[in-house]
């Protein structure tokens, strides 16, 4: 659901941009008073744990895939706050490092997936959990309205920028998201359910939980050359109705379409590009985690 740099044009770019700096500025203050915060230890894994399953593409349906998003992992491993900054450091990542989103769509792909995804969702997950939903089905409804949420918001976005009529977009994106969001919800419960069982079977280790989606990322970056060569959602849809292309702005990727350019393996030089990716997700996060945990008194 990565929006790139050319589906996006106009006012609609600076506008998301302020949009989805506010949101991040927001869980940020919001994780800073928070009184649960994870260890920067797990806040970094579940993060780096994102960043490669959204390499891993599945087949949906008439040659299209899609991929976790992973909104509503963040929120039931992290809390909002720290989901909604673990999905935007994902987001840069891809963006700078990997040409995965365009830079000028950067805002709005953090408002889409981390703001309305981890941050919205997530708050009405807690309150149907806080109701007595069952947890597990509140998290697969939620995981599930997560992406139709972003879906109908890129729908917006690409329609404001003039790139296709509103009318004919937004159709289409429910309609292939919404297989993708039970995908996401699935994926979502299972990865979940892993990591809350890791826990509990290693309570004494209190990194349990890290040390669990920090090997998971990494089995995800190592089968990642098996991932589906299908377009995703929004690409599918794109290619559908012949969506216009503006000059956005984007800069060159060090790890073009997840390639280590200086490994000759294409299968090998995807797990690198992943591994590498993981690593830099997992370096940032650490770093926040830590700055997140810092009170006016010294560390949490």
Not at 211 to 231: D, E, K, Q, R, T
Not at 275 to 289: D, H, L, N
Request: proline share 4%; net charge neutral; with cysteine.
């Amino acid at each position: 659901m990565h929006i790139p740099a050319s589906m996006l044009n106009g006012s609609v770019c600076s506008v998301t941009l302020v949009a989805g700096a506010a949101g991040v500025v927001a869980a940020a203050l919001a994780a800073r008073t928070a009184q649960e915060k994870p260890s920067p230890a797990r806040f970094a894994a579940v993060t780096a744990l994102i960043f490669a399953l959204q390499m891993l593409n599945y087949p949906v349906q008439d040659g299209t895939s899609g991929h976790m998003v992973g909104a509503m992992l963040a929120v039931a491993l992290l809390g909002v706050p720290f989901a909604v900054i673990s999905l935007s450091s994902v987001l840069a990542v891809q963006a700078f490092f990997f040409g995965d989103g365009g830079v000028n769509a950067l805002g709005a792909n953090i408002l889409n997936m981390a703001c309305i995804g981890a941050g919205l969702l997530g708050f009405v997950f807690h309150r149907a959990v806080k109701v007595g939903v069952p947890h597990t089905a509140a998290l697969a409804v939620a995981s599930f309205l997560s992406v139709l949420a972003g879906a109908a918001v890129c729908s917006i976005q690409v329609a404001m920028s003039g790139a296709v009529e509103f009318g004919r977009v937004m159709p289409a994106m429910l309609s292939v998201h919404a297989v993708i969001g039970l995908g996401e919800a699935l994926l979502t419960v299972a990865v979940v359910t892993v990591l809350h069982r890791a826990e509990k079977q290693w309570s004494s280790h209190e990194h349990a939980c890290a040390v669990g989606a920090a090997a998971l990322a990494i089995v995800a970056a190592s089968v990642s050359p098996f991932a589906s060569g299908f377009p995703d959602g929004l690409e599918w849809v794109a290619e559908k109705l012949s969506f216009a292309a503006f000059n956005g702005l984007d800069i060159p990727a060090i790890f073009p379409d997840y390639q280590a350019t200086f490994i000759n393996n294409p299968g090998l030089s995807t797990v690198i590009a992943g591994c590498i990716g993981s690593g830099i997700v997992f370096a940032c996060t650490f770093a926040i985690g830590r700055m997140l945990r810092t009170t006016r008194t010294g560390i949490v």
